[in-house]
């Protein structure tokens, strides 16, 4: 199947130079695909054995990785999708290609979402990582809202590898959109993210909150690699009130707004949280960082006799020092 979905794209690209017959031949090869290898992949995902169904998966984001036979020999098939996916995950620039018609991945939602609750975790996060891959078939919004429920449903998942699976090709999602400069990626993170992240900053579980500041952190990386927004030039120009700017304020805003959690836990992870994307930030927004931690040390030094937790204190600390080293890196310019 792996083999099949490479060559074919590969056959396809050859018959974009408009000869009659090669187009006749990719409309035959598109007819196959969906007569025989989509309904073979559906009865692969429901095999009882995960093993099968991991490798049933891995063949579509094998095929969506864009490198033919070159990734072929390097590619370890024994490695689990989760294991694949994170390396994929890391890298700075993937690269997606569309080996699937958005027709034919509308197909496999209704078995992924079956998939997505099965008793055995491993099944569920496998079909989690697979979207990526899927979204990067697609064109059309509602096509890609109706894929991000796989992730909206196991971020509430009772496995933490799952929910960080779910959270992260929620948030990941828009890398493999918009590569010909147009905005896809802010209309995901704005139409289809945004929503879900409020909705886990809202949440009585303390793990949704949790899981609220690590998708901050995904999403303001994100943001400065790969959306089209004039954000990632406003950090060293720093120009406000454009789309980007406020997309971040606004993210920014969720993430302080649980300065005061009543769980320590979720109290010390806001300055954790913003330690790690300090250099992602543009001069106004280190500022409105630097404002809230200090806020927060101050109201955490007021808990109590003992004067609050003190881990709470010191990540606020550490990222607030980092704010103004940056902040003092601007000023130079």
Same mark, same amino acid.
């Given at each position: 199947l792996l083999s099949f979905l490479v060559w074919?794209? $590969?056959?396809?690209?050859? /018959?974009?130079?408009?000869?009659?017959?090669?187009?006749?031949r990719v409309a035959s090869q598109k007819?196959?695909?969906?007569?025989?290898?989509?309904?073979?992949l559906q009865t692969l995902l429901q095999d009882p054995d995960p093993e099968v169904t991991s490798a049933a998966l891995r063949a579509v984001t094998n095929a969506s990785k864009g490198h033919g036979r070159e990734n072929r020999r390097n590619e370890d098939d024994s490695v689990s999708l989760s294991s694949h996916q994170s390396h994929l995950m890391e890298k700075i620039d993937p690269v997606i290609r569309p080996v699937l018609s958005e027709a034919q991945v509308l197909?496999?939602?209704? $078995?992924?979402?079956?998939? /997505?609750?099965?008793?055995?975790?491993?099944v569920r996060q496998s079909a989690v990582e697979i979207v990526p891959a899927l979204l990067g078939c697609t064109h059309k919004l509602e096509t890609r809202s109706e894929i991000s429920q796989l992730c909206v449903k196991l971020m509430g998942d009772r496995v933490d590898a799952v929910r960080k699976s779910a959270a992260e090709c929620l948030c990941h999602g828009g890398r493999?959109?918009?590569?010909?400069?147009?905005?896809?990626?802010?209309v995901w993170l704005s139409t289809i993210v945004m929503?879900?992240?409020?909705?886990c900053r809202n949440s009585a579980d303390c793990k949704q909150r949790l899981l609220c500041l690590k998708m901050v952190e995904m999403i303001l990386v994100d943001i400065a690699r790969y959306s089209s927004s004039s954000y990632n030039q406003s950090v060293e120009d720093e120009k406000e009130g454009t789309d980007g700017s406020l997309l971040v304020r606004r993210i920014l805003d969720i993430a302080l707004s649980l300065c005061n959690d009543k769980i320590v836990n979720v109290r010390l992870n806001v300055g954790r949280t913003y330690g790690n994307v300090i250099n992602t930030l543009a001069c106004s927004d280190l500022e409105y960082v630097v404002s809230s931690l200090e806020s927060q040390i101050a109201e955490e030094k007021s808990r109590g006799i003992n004067g609050g937790d003190r881990d709470v204190i010191y990540?606020?600390?550490?990222?607030?020092?980092?704010a103004k080293d940056r902040l003092k890196c601007f000023s130079r310019k």
């Open positions: 074919f794209h $590969t056959s396809e690209d050859s /018959s974009a130079q408009g000869n009659s017959s090669d187009e006749t007819r196959y695909i969906d007569d025989i290898l989509i309904p073979l197909k496999l939602v209704p $078995t992924l979402s079956e998939l /997505s609750s099965s008793a055995q975790w491993r493999n959109l918009g590569s010909d400069g147009s905005n896809e990626v802010d929503p879900h992240l409020e909705a990540f606020a600390q550490k990222s607030i020092s980092a």
